[in-house]
């Protein structure tokens, strides 16, 4: 379902997540309210803190954004946004973004700026565009969905970040210390376009953000942008081996190396092996790691998420050069 088009009374139901990034709640919610006082735009906003969850907010801010035809608006990280988006996906409402996170990756895909001020302007001019969800079993994901290594890492790094910070420099060595580890090693049946293979590896990734996947310079980083998911598998390598594919991700050479594996897909199934199988395994959906039950299903949504945003994404533009 299309949301409307929007107009100058289109209220904004904005949920704020205080505990995403080093923004400081109040300073943000100041830009949020000035903005809004300034083009007489009508706005409420739910503040995220110890005694409310982000989901209980983000169904109340469908809610009320329901009954008046609003705009549902994430302020946070990607874990914020993606819940969020849980809620207003199949509403028939608009969604917003106001980035506060680290990384930001759906944010600056779409060319929504990491500046609060910034970001609330695409927000008052922009129309509602179709963006692609990705989706493993029940769960969405904008970013990308992982099982193994890749959302042991996710879960360390944020151990680290509570105790050293929130900073690139503090994720790559939370992952350098975490690859440098033994790991448990796979043994998937993955079944796609008709076609089952087996595979061994260390972690699986699929990916539905076109610059993410550009940076770490994997093949088919345009699948998203095509209707499809990426697919990446890392074959079984040695500890000694590991810091160096993980410097080739920060370089963006990862797809060209021999033990990556990688393909894009509309459905994919996946089984662990035939031998006392896992009932059940951790999976990773923008960064937030749940436990999902076997088998998995990663598909590409059948209906999209309303993003206000801009025509063109210069970052993600510039990268494809």
């Keep these: ?66 009954a ?11 874990g914020t946004i993606n819940t969020v988006a849980r809620a207003t996906l199949g509403s028939g409402l608009a969604f917003g973004v106001l980035p506060q996170g ?7 895909a779409h060319g929504i700026p990491r500046d ?6 695409v927000l008052l ?26 959302a042991e890492l996710l879960e360390e790094r944020e151990s680290y970040k509570v105790r050293y910070g929130r900073s690139r420099w503090v994720a790559f060595f939370a992952g350098l210390l975490t690859v440098m580890r033994g ?45 499809q998911l990426a697919a990446v598998a890392l074959k079984p390598v040695g500890v000694l081996a590991m810091p160096g594919l993980l410097v080739r991700g920060a370089l963006g050479r990862l797809g060209s190396a021999d033990e990556v594996l990688s393909f894009p897909f509309e459905s994919m199934t996946v089984k662990a092996g035939r031998l006392h199988p896992p009932r059940r395994v951790k999976v990773a959906t923008d960064g937030e790691i749940a436990w ?10 059948p209906e999209p998420l309303w993003l206000v945003r801009p025509d063109v994404a210069p970052e993600l533009e510039a990268a494809k050069q």
Aim: aromatic share 6%; proline share 5%.
């Design 68 to 78: 008046v035809d609003g705009v549902v608006v994430a302020a946070g990280g990607d």
């Design 1 to 66: 379902m299309q949301p409307s088009p929007l107009g100058p009374s289109s209220p904004l139901f904005i949920v704020l997540n205080a505990g995403s990034g080093s923004a400081d709640a109040a300073e943000t919610r100041e830009i949020i309210e000035a903005g809004c006082a300034a083009a007489g735009r009508r706005l409420r906003i739910f503040l995220v803190d110890e005694r409310t969850t982000v989901q209980a907010l983000a169904r109340e801010a469908v809610e009320r954004a329901r």
């Design 183 to 227: 790991h448990r090693h796979w043994n998937l049946r993955i079944a796609s376009h008709g076609v089952e293979r087996d595979i061994r590896t260390t972690t699986l990734f699929v990916g539905n953000n076109p610059l993410q996947l550009l940076q770490v310079g994997i093949e088919h980083a345009d699948a998203p942008e095509n209707g």
């Design 292 to 301: 999902a039950e076997m088998p998995l299903l990663f598909r590409v949504s």
């Design 125 to 150: 001019d922009e129309q509602p565009r179709p963006v692609q969800v990705g989706l493993v079993n029940d769960r969405i994901f904008l970013v990308n969905a992982s099982m193994g290594l890749y």
């Design 102 to 108: 680290t990384f930001n990756y759906f944010s600056r």
């Design 116 to 121: 609060t001020a910034q970001a609330l302007q």
